[in-house]
């Protein structure tokens, strides 16, 4: 009885740190998508400000 319980409290505790763990992975994911969308929109600013100098 007594290892079934301390089989089933880390089985739980297993569960749970691995929801963090996905959860904390999907929050990553998320940032590293804003990073590349906000880097690639810089490129594409900065181009169009270079690209639209005139040689004088």
Same mark, same amino acid.
């Given at each position: 009885m007594a #290892?079934?319980?301390? %089989?089933n409290i880390t089985l739980? %505790? &297993?569960?749970?740190?691995? $929801?963090?763990f996905v959860?904390? *992975?999907k929050d990553d994911? $998320? *940032?590293f998508s804003r990073i %590349?969308? &906000?880097t690639a929109r810089t490129f594409e600013n900065t181009s169009r400000k270079f #690209? &639209?100098?005139r040689p004088v």
């Open positions: #290892t079934t319980r301390v %089989a739980f %505790a &297993n569960i749970s740190a691995y $929801k963090s959860q904390r *992975e994911a $998320k *940032e %590349a969308a &906000n #690209t &639209n100098i």
